[in-house]
């Protein structure tokens, strides 16, 4: 499908270039038109660059929990990595001259077509895995606290074809709908069973060193380990080897998004921003003169709130309640159904039409496309109170879209905490594909979503 997809994006690009309306825009000098033979061979090299670069970025070699939003960052990469490449063995190919407008068409296109791609198969993958197709039998092991949570995650993830035959840990967990095997002292009974074909492992940082005797346990047995990482294992997942003076030496902690990541990441936000908001402008317009005409009161909702370092900062929204003091006050959050939510309120906060604005903190400099969410100075210092490392939060700048959000932890539905340990995540593991990622999972979630209120 990803050959199918390159190649068929090379030919759509030389069409698009020479034969569609695009010419009145930008005239094919002297009218000249190339043959397609020569794109026909380029489109054909070009697939097999994509596929090599596809290869060896792994995203062939995923069994089990491949899904749509991680093949987003790969395609985005890959696509870059290999255009130049391509563009690159063109320059040795001296009997013909490529249009560079049609590379730039390419690349673009590219990355369309693979993503659709993608997605189509990721659908018909799911197809196949609710119809039992390369089911994966699994026992979870772990703490008790921590298969809880991993349970629902995987129940509610449909691309995850496993089938979970039951469970070992310290002790019974209630509320987990599975068959208890024991303790670890069990594991050599579970294991002569000889009916599954990987354990997943989640444990608290308390019981790490029983890692080890689950490895010792399947020495010389084709079972395979999954690990679910605590946030100890996040937060110093993405250390760097240094060696001062000889000494070997592990940095586990560094200045957030510094030097050229902060510059990449600022002006991608700055570029994006800008090209929204000129883009969007009349649709912006129509949105705030609805606002004004169905209800009393300002176009816009500010409030202040906390970002990088700190500090506060006034953000935008699109104003989708009535005026009452309530409203004004800001501290009670929104409910299902909500009175204080205007008629046009409520259609433009169900598609998260209301955090447009915020495209304008982003272009001065105080949110980021992506980042944790803002938080209100009140809460933001009760929260430092009673949860652990929640100021880190404000090592980078907020964000309109966040890994929380794009991944169904909303304010309504689940604990700070974990929201927290999402945040983290990102940004520990921060780069822009990971940015791009989470924009197009923000995007196709907005379209389906129907959780907003």
Known sequence: MDFFCVF???????????????????PVRDGYIPAVGNYILFGMLLALIFLFFFSINKSYRSRFFSNFSQDIPTIFKV?????LVGISFTFFYREFSYSRIVF???????????LIGRYLFHRIKTKYIRQGFNVLQIYLIGSPEKLSLVYKKLESEENFNLDIKGYLSS?????????????????????????????????????????MQIIDGIEGKNIEIFYVPDILDILTSNFNHLEIAGIPILQLKAFTLSGWQGF????????????????????????????????????????????????????????????????????????????????IGRIIR??????????INVVRGEMSLVGPRPERRYFVEENIKEIPRYSERHRVRTGITGWAQVNGLRQQNTSLEERIRYDLYYIENWSLWFDLKIIIMTILEVLRSEEAY
């Open 79 to 83: 696509s870059l990595i290999s255009i």
């Open 350 to 359: 169900r598609g998260s039409l209301d955090e447009l604005p915020q495209l």
């Open 264 to 343: 990449l990441k600022r002006g991608f936000d700055i570029t994006v921003a800008l090209f929204s908001l000129v883009m969007l402008s009349p649709f912006l317009i129509f949105i705030a003169i609805l606002i004004k005409i169905t209800s009393k009161g300002p176009v816009f909702y500010t409030q202040k709130r906390v970002t990088l370092d700190n500090k506060d900062f006034t953000m935008y929204k699109f104003r989708s309640m009535y005026v009452t003091a309530e409203s004004k006050e800001g501290l009670i959050d929104v409910v299902r159904d909500d009175p204080r939510v205007t008629p």
């Open 171 to 211: 002790r019974r967990v209630h509320d987990l709908p599975l068959e208890y095997a024991g303790n670890l002292n069990n594991l050599p009974k579970v294991i002569k069973k000889n009916d599954f074909d990987a354990f997943l492992i989640s444990m608290n940082h308390r019981e790490h060193q029983k890692i």
């Open 104 to 114: 730039i068409l390419i690349f673009l296109n590219t990355s369309l077509f693979l």
């Open 8 to 26: 068929s994006a090379v030919l759509f690009s030389f069409y698009f270039r020479f034969y569609s309306p695009f010419t009145s825009i930008i």
